[in-house]
């Protein structure tokens, strides 16, 4: 990974490194730059061109008591046991390596370099917290930072939902993009990217000065193994994720 520490980052800053493929969490900014592997392609949603799926709509019904917040990052002791709950629910599920989240380092990673731009979404059901959406809301569109959900309301299908949620909020602020960090072809983790239709794939990570020529793929034909099905921080070295997705 190829890493900036960037404690003042403003808003344009942000949209333009965004833009060209890079991640954050925290005051970190980063890229994959794997010598002879390029694998890691950054993708993003066309928002206003977008049209929902019939399981994406059954999604989008099933989530109708389900109860909304945006607001700034926080840190709460319920914020670290949803996560560390729905790490846990990922090991048996799916194969990923546990590695329990402390409060600073939560701190460190969701809600410092948040500045005007970074916000939660927060989920409620049953009178408490089901799920939590980091984003970026952005000058173009908003990054996709992390999600994480209470397992036992796995039927509602809060992963599809929140990214559905964060495609109409995107229609509201007049936002043309959703930024869904890294897809990688073969890794089941990232394959649900491309359910998300049109959507668009980078070329490389160009620099600032150079505009990021981007190509939209047809990728609905191609066949997903399980070589990389496992937690999507630790999927391609660690991509998406500085120490850990």
């Not at 073969?186 to 239709?197: D, R």
């Not at 070329?203 to 609905?220: A, C, N, T, V, W």
Request: glycine share 4%; proline share 4%; hydrophobic share 30%.
């Amino acid at each position: 990974m190829y890493y900036r520490y960037i404690p003042n980052a403003t808003r344009t800053l942000a949209s333009e490194l965004i833009k060209r493929g890079w991640r954050r969490f925290g005051h970190s900014y980063f890229h994959p730059i794997c010598k002879g592997c390029s694998e890691c392609k950054n993708i993003r949603i066309d928002v206003q061109n977008f049209k929902p799926t019939r399981s994406q709509k059954r999604a989008i019904k099933k989530n109708r008591n389900t109860q909304i917040y945006i607001q700034k990052p926080t840190l709460t002791y319920e914020h670290v046991e949803l996560y560390n709950k729905f790490h846990k629910f990922k090991e048996t599920k799916s194969g990923w390596n546990y590695n329990e989240m402390d409060v600073q380092t939560y701190y460190e990673e969701f809600v410092v370099g948040a500045h005007n731009f970074g916000k939660e979404v927060l989920y409620f059901a049953d009178d408490k917290l089901i799920a939590v959406d980091l984003i970026d809301i952005l000058d173009d569109g908003i990054s996709s930072i992390y999600f994480f959900y209470d397992p036992e309301y796995e039927k509602l299908s809060l992963g599809v939902y929140s990214l559905l949620v964060q495609i109409q909020l995107a229609k509201n602020l007049g936002l043309e993009w959703i930024y869904l960090g890294y897809w990688v072809d073969g890794c089941k983790s990232f394959a649900y990217k491309t359910n998300f239709k049109p959507y668009q794939i980078l070329e490389g990570f160009p620099p600032l000065e150079e505009e990021p020529q981007r190509q939209e793929i047809d990728l609905s034909t191609l066949y997903f193994s399980s070589k990389c099905d496992q937690n999507p921080h630790n999927c391609n070295q660690n991509v998406d994720n500085k120490s850990k997705e």
